[in-house]
């Protein structure tokens, strides 16, 4: 007898990662990693785990019948599924106002300054000079760790002024921000890994769905003849 509702290995892994911390952790995040989104994501695991334990009870219970366990399996995933599908909102409008602040203050911070103007037009043809050697990429990087001058033109000038290709002037905008600027670039850098976790509620709120009960099995409670 299989100790779940639904017996494939998938829904088995599934379930049995949702009762340890360290698959908690996997697939629903650390509380500890926002204090923002912090008891959201602890509620999104109290409310998994507590709905797990329930479907792992529903196997065993002898007062109801296979159709009634997969019935009730259905309604616990339906509320689990809703509580994830809140928190992953809560976490993506964490995200995008931490993306949104920092870029906005990196753009105060580095944005176009009247009183720069001319050391930072002298700055940009020294980039596109350096950016047709070999060694120049290096030299660039490490200007813009000593200097703020060097790090705001590479963050607010338009690539073809600078002669940089665009993925190069990409990531050395981003460089500059973790080395002038690095609480910032950790503000960013928390926004992406918290885009990448609400990603990863939404694959959890599928495998609710896909583990804990067959939806044919679960259908056939409404066959049901009241008397």
Known sequence: MSKYLVGSPQSADFLDMAQLESGLNAMLGDPKSDEHVGPDIQGARIALRVAVSKVVALVKDPTRTEVDKHAA?????????????????????????LEGEALR????????????????????????????????LAAIREAMKENDDVAATLWHSPR???GLAES????????????????????????????????????????????????????????????
């Open 105 to 136: 203050m990196a753009d105060i911070e580095f944005g176009p300054k009247l009183e720069r103007g001319a050391i930072q037009s002298e700055i940009r043809g020294w980039v596109r000079e350096q950016a047709k050697t070999s060694e120049g």
């Open 168 to 227: 190069v002037h990409g990531t050395l905008r981003f460089e500059a921000l973790e080395s002038r600027k690095p609480q910032l670039f950790a503000d960013i850098s928390k926004s992406i890994n918290l885009g990448k976790l609400a990603a990863k509620y939404e694959g959890a709120i599928r495998k609710v769905h896909t583990s804990f009960y067959n939806p044919e099995v679960a259908a056939q409670a409404a066959k049901r003849v009241e008397v």
């Open 73 to 97: 399996a259905q309604k616990l995933a339906a509320t689990a599924a809703d509580k994830l599908g809140k928190v992953k909102t809560a976490i993506e409008q964490r995200s995008k106002h």
């Open 160 to 162: 073809f002024l600078l």
